[in-house]
C-alpha cells in the first residue's frame, strides 16, 4: 500500500510538473496580472503608507499598463478586469460621463490625484470588478525591443537588423519568421491556434465599440487563411499578422547616439482593425510606451 501511494504521488508531481512546464512554455514572455498581485508589488514599490494612499491607484495602473500620465488617461483595456457577462448597458456612458468630469476638473499635473479619480469612475459605474484572476499586460515598447533582438539572435539574423531598420521587414528573407517568433514570445499567437484575439486587442489598446465586430472580422479571414493549407509556418503567421490584423510593425533608428548605445532602434507596433470597423478603432489602436512604475484601494 505504501508503494502504491508513493507511485501515485510520483505520478502527481511527475504531472504536475509537465503541466506546469507547459504552461510556462505557453506564456513564453508574457505577463500577468491581477488587481491583488499588482496592489501587493506597489506595496513594495511604494515606502510610506502616506504615498501609498495617495499614489497606490497610479501605481497599479501604470504596472499594467491601463494609465497613460501624458495624457491623464485611462486605457479602454482596463475593462478586461471586469467581470464579463451581461451588464448595465448604460454602464459605459455614465463612466465616460464621470471621466469627462474628472477631466475637466483635476489638472492634468496632479497625476495621483487624477488616477485615482478616473478608477473610481470605472468602480462605482462599469460594472463587477474581478480582483483575483490575473491578466495579460501589454508589453511596452522597450520590452518589445528586447524580445524582437533576442529572435534575431536565435534566428541568427542579429546582423541583419539595421537593414531591417531602413527598409522593414520585407527586406530580408527572415522577416516573416521573425514577425512569428515575436508574435510567439509575447504570447499573442500560436501556430496552433492562431492568434490571440483578447490579448492582440490589449496589446493594441482596445477597440472599445468595435471589439466584436473586429474580431468576428479577423476570425473569418484567419479561417481563409488556414483553409489555403500553408506549410511554411513562418507564411501562414506573416499572412495573418498582416492580412486579418492588419499588423503595423515598424523599426526606426534612435536619434540620440548616447541612447542608440543602449536601445538599438524604437519600435512601432499596432494593428489596425478592419475596414468594416471604421477608422476610429484603427486610431485607438497604436501602442504607447508608458513608464513602467503603480493601485492600492481598488476596491
Known amino acids: 500500500m505504501q508503494v502504491f501511494a508513493a507511485i501515485v504521488k510520483l505520478v502527481a508531481i511527475t504531472l504536475g510538473a509537465i503541466?506546469?512546464?507547459?504552461s510556462c512554455i505557453e506564456e513564453h514572455s508574457a505577463s500577468l496580472k491581477s488587481i491583488l498581485s499588482s496592489s501587493a508589488e506597489c506595496n513594495l514599490y511604494l515606502p510610506t503608507e502616506a504615498l501609498r494612499q495617495e499614489c497606490g491607484t497610479r501605481c497599479v495602473s501604470l504596472v499594467n499598463r491601463i494609465w497613460n500620465d501624458t495624457n491623464?488617461?485611462?486605457?479602454?483595456?482596463?475593462?478586461?478586469?471586469y467581470v464579463e457577462g451581461p451588464q448595465d448597458p448604460c454602464a459605459r456612458n455614465r463612466t465616460l460621463q464621470c471621466l469627462?468630469?474628472?477631466?475637466?476638473?483635476?489638472?492634468l499635473r496632479n497625476s495621483c490625484q487624477l488616477?485615482?479619480?478616473?478608477?473610481?469612475?470605472?468602480?462605482?459605474?462599469?460594472?463587477?470588478?474581478d480582483v483575483k484572476s490575473p491578466r495579460f499586460v501589454a508589453f511596452s515598447d522597450v520590452q518589445q525591443v528586447r524580445?524582437?533582438?533576442?529572435?534575431?539572435?536565435m534566428l541568427g539574423v542579429w546582423d541583419k537588423l539595421t537593414q531591417v531598420v531602413?527598409?522593414?521587414?520585407?527586406?530580408?528573407?527572415e522577416g516573416a519568421c521573425l514577425l512569428r517568433c515575436l508574435l510567439i514570445r509575447q504570447g499573442l499567437y500560436s501556430d496552433q491556434r492562431g492568434p490571440d484575439l483578447k490579448?492582440?486587442?490589449?496589446?493594441c489598446g482596445g477597440y472599445e465599440g468595435y471589439e466584436q465586430e473586429w474580431r468576428a472580422n479577423v476570425t473569418r479571414c484567419v479561417a481563409a487563411v488556414r483553409a489555403e493549407r500553408i506549410c511554411d509556418k513562418c507564411l501562414q503567421a506573416e499572412r495573418i499578422a498582416v492580412d486579418c490584423?492588419?499588423?503595423?510593425?515598424?523599426?526606426?533608428?534612435?536619434?540620440?547616439?548616447?541612447?542608440?548605445?543602449?536601445?538599438?532602434?524604437?519600435?512601432?507596433f499596432y494593428t489596425g482593425a478592419n475596414a468594416a470597423a471604421g477608422s476610429a478603432a484603427a486610431a485607438q489602436a497604436q501602442v504607447t510606451t508608458y513608464i513602467t512604475v503603480y493601485y492600492y484601494y481598488w476596491y
Open 166 to 173: 531602413r527598409n522593414g521587414l520585407q527586406s530580408i528573407s
Open 245 to 268: 490584423l492588419q499588423m503595423h510593425l515598424h523599426l526606426y533608428e534612435v536619434r540620440s547616439p548616447k541612447l542608440r548605445q543602449h536601445i538599438p532602434f524604437g519600435v512601432e
Open 19 to 22: 503541466i506546469a512546464s507547459i
Open 72 to 81: 491623464g488617461r485611462l486605457s479602454d483595456t482596463i475593462g478586461r478586469f
Open 147 to 153: 524580445i524582437l533582438t533576442e529572435c534575431a539572435a
Open 115 to 129: 488616477a485615482d479619480a478616473s478608477v473610481n469612475c470605472y468602480r462605482n459605474n462599469y460594472g463587477q470588478l
Open 100 to 107: 469627462e468630469q474628472v477631466t475637466a476638473s483635476i489638472p
Open 199 to 203: 490579448r492582440v486587442s490589449v496589446q
